[in-house]
């Protein structure tokens, strides 16, 4: 690894580099991760190095392009908006939390309470909080109304998926589901909670999805355009 540096020159300055080599690769592949705008290259088992920075440098448009592309980054702040189930909401201090808490909601607006200097975490904190609320009563409900039982749900910040369900009928959710209107987030309960009666993709689970979410698609197609955008919250 040596040989390639960790990060790659472009016209909007440098970014970082990261190479994964995969077994199962059967060519070069070429993304940029959301977290932190890096680049990166998957090679196949036995590429060489040199063939690798080759092909960097071949799609270098490409890259740029799509750096382009990526919608801003909005850092949780005093006076930026960010939407809640899809309504904006202006993020603002308040010294003084007169018995509320650390954050709380009031009409249009997330109040964040204490020092100014925790207020990124405490936006967080109270987004994975709500975000754990309202999908656990959606997916209560679901699963209710399909005759079947939820182990657990746990909220992370995933990114490779915005929800899972096991085996053992353990869900998981994205905490940044909370961002997103409240048909998609039904969407995304939906489909985790279908999988409780269809551990596949195939047909049935399709239309348990439908039943549980009349009018799935938009919402599926919402989330496809926007995954960029919500990863970049925070």
Do not use: Q
């Amino acid at each position: 690894m040596s040989a390639i540096p960790g990060r790659i020159a472009l016209s909007t300055g440098e970014r970082p580099l990261k190479l994964v080599r995969r077994r199962s690769a059967r060519r070069f592949i070429l993304r940029l991760d959301d977290e932190d705008d890096a680049v990166v290259l998957t090679l196949p088992r036995y590429a060489s190095f040199a063939a690798a920075l080759r092909f960097l440098e071949d799609n270098r448009g490409w890259i740029e392009e799509r750096l382009e592309e990526l919608p801003p980054r909005v850092a949780f702040a005093d006076g930026v908006a960010i939407p809640i189930l899809g309504v904006p909401h202006v993020i603002r201090h308040r010294a003084d939390s007169r018995g509320r808490g650390a954050a709380w909601l009031e009409p249009g607006a997330l109040c964040v309470a204490g020092d100014a200097r925790h207020l990124a975490r405490r936006v967080t904190d109270f987004l994975r909080e709500r975000a754990r609320l309202e999908l656990g009563v959606r997916a209560g409900t679901m699963a209710a109304s399909i005759g079947r039982t939820i182990r657990r749900i746990t909220v992370r910040d995933t990114r490779s998926r915005w929800g899972s369900c096991s085996h053992d009928g353990a869900l998981c959710f994205s905490w940044r589901l909370i961002l997103a209107p409240a048909a998609v987030v039904d969407y995304v309960v939906a489909h985790e909670v279908a999988h409780l009666k269809h551990m596949n993709h195939g047909a049935r689970f399709w239309r348990a999805v439908e039943a549980l979410a009349p009018g799935s698609g938009a919402p599926r197609s919402w989330l496809r355009r926007n995954r960029a955008r919500l990863l970049r919250f925070g």
